[in-house]
């Protein structure tokens, strides 16, 4: 079955570390993306990207990286310059970056971070 | 801020109708997108607008005033699976509403 895998579910850290959350899809798709969402908030957009190799900041990108050096392998690093990086992380994929092509959501991953 | 708005909540009853209001800013509009996200959960995908009109899937309805800036999400027959927060996006920009959390009562 195609889809989108985020790993891992839960996920804990420290203060002051850097965490790489994992997401990888098998959809042949072109254009990935991720998200953050907090307690009773919607999705606010970090990074996204269109085509392997090239990805653009979203409205939330500081304290983030990422990087696309394979189609189906999209992964985000929060760094510890991220002052609130407690929250669901969701990755989602999409065939195309416009048109009428719907976001694939991933299942998320809880960072906690004390 | 925001350029998505949607009611933060509503609750209605078992068997009834429910129409959920989302508006847009209109520059830069490439369709509009209505999710349902349970808690805790991943959003799935309900429906797709980008011409004006009503969109229908069974008992799920979406409809669009592209003018107006306007998209209403309408769930006829609700059931109590349909407790949930939908949210609606923006697909040029990538925006989401914060999402309206919706409460079935039987």
């Known amino acids: 079955d195609g889809g989108i895998t985020q790993s891992p579910k839960y996920l804990f850290r420290k203060e002051g570390q850097n965490v790489t959350l994992s997401c990888e899809q098998n959809?042949?798709?072109?254009?990935m993306y991720w998200y953050r969402q907090d307690p009773g908030q919607g999705l606010r957009l970090i990074y996204y990207?269109?085509?392997?190799?090239?990805?653009q900041k979203g409205d939330i990108a500081e304290g983030y990286s990422v990087s696309r050096e394979k189609k189906e392998s999209f992964p985000l690093t929060v760094t510890s310059a991220q002052k609130n990086p407690t929250a669901f992380y969701l990755c989602a994929s999409s065939i195309g970056s416009t048109g009428g092509s719907p976001l694939h959501f991933g299942n998320g991953t809880r960072l906690t971070v004390t | 801020g925001q350029n998505i708005d949607q009611p933060t909540e509503m609750t209605a009853t078992e068997g009834a109708i429910v129409q959920i209001n989302c508006t847009y800013q209109t520059s830069g509009f490439n369709g509009l997108f209505w999710y349902q996200q349970h808690a805790g959960e991943a959003p799935t995908f309900l429906s797709y607008?980008?011409?004006?009109g009503l969109e229908e899937k069974g008992r799920f309805s979406s409809f669009l005033s592209r003018s107006k800036g306007y998209s209403y999400l309408l769930l006829k027959e609700l059931q109590m699976k349909d407790s949930a927060s939908y949210l609606c996006a923006e697909r040029g920009k990538l925006i989401f509403g914060q999402g309206t959390e919706l409460s079935v009562k039987p």
């Open positions: 607008n980008v011409l004006d």
């Open positions: 959809l042949n798709h072109d254009a």
């Open positions: 990207s269109q085509i392997v190799n090239d990805f």
